[in-house]
Every structure is written in C-alpha cells, then in structure tokens.
Nanobody
C-alpha cells in the first residue's frame, strides 16, 4: 500500500516555527489531494490545511490561515506544512493524509482520505 511518511515534528517554544514534511511520491500525479490533520488524545481529528496536487490550490482552517502555510515540491514529491508563531494550543500529533480526488469544499473531513501517515508530534511550550 502506498505510504506517507511525515517528519519535522518536535518541541518548540511559543512563537517559534516548525516545518513538517510529508513524502508522498505515489500521490504526485492526477487530481489528488494531500492534507494535514492534527489530533490530541480524546479529541477529534481536525483539518489543518490541504493542497491539490494538480493545480496547487490550497485550503486552510480559517483560524490557522496566516500562521500556517501548505506547499508542495513536485520534484521531491513532498508536501510541507510551515507553521509560524506557534502557540501551546497548536500542540498535537500531526498527520499527513491522501485521497485520490481533489480536495474541494470537504477537504477538512477526514473520512474521504484513504491513506494516513504515522504522525509526527508537535509540542509547543509557553
């Protein structure tokens, strides 16, 4: 099965930055969508951002737009999540996910995504 491999998580102080990476070579073709989600124990997984591989249109959670930025590198077949001005409430396990349809208006729903990475932990201290 096609795999997604995340990296780049870690611990940072409030106000700092991190860049998460997701290696997704199998999904760099066609009209696929790659998304970033995050989850804390006991809470629902929430959509952070997503990007259409074909065309590059991006989607964001409104509360995160301006601090977080999603991008793709076609040559490296990777998707990135740049996170700036991090806050303690951004602490979570972050997951990369893929689906073989374009993102569209339901990009933040986790159920349409068929493949998930193992997650990378982000911890922001105050």
């Amino acid at each position: 099965q096609a795999q997604l491999v995340e990296s780049g998580g870690g611990s940072v102080q409030a106000g700092g930055s991190l860049r998460l990476s997701c290696s997704a070579s199998t999904y760099f073709n066609g009209d696929n969508c790659l998304g970033w989600f995050r989850q804390n124990p006991g809470k629902e997984r929430e959509g952070v951002a997503a990007i259409n591989i074909g065309g590059g249109r991006t989607y964001y959670d409104d509360s995160l737009k301006g601090r977080f930025s999603i991008s793709r590198d076609n040559a490296k077949k990777a998707v990135y999540l740049q996170m700036n001005s991090l806050k303690p409430e951004d602490s979570a396990m972050y997951y990369c996910a893929a689906r073989r349809t374009s993102c569209g208006g339901i990009w933040s729903l986790s159920s349409p995504y068929t493949v998930w990475g193992q997650g990378t932990q982000v911890t922001v201290s105050s």
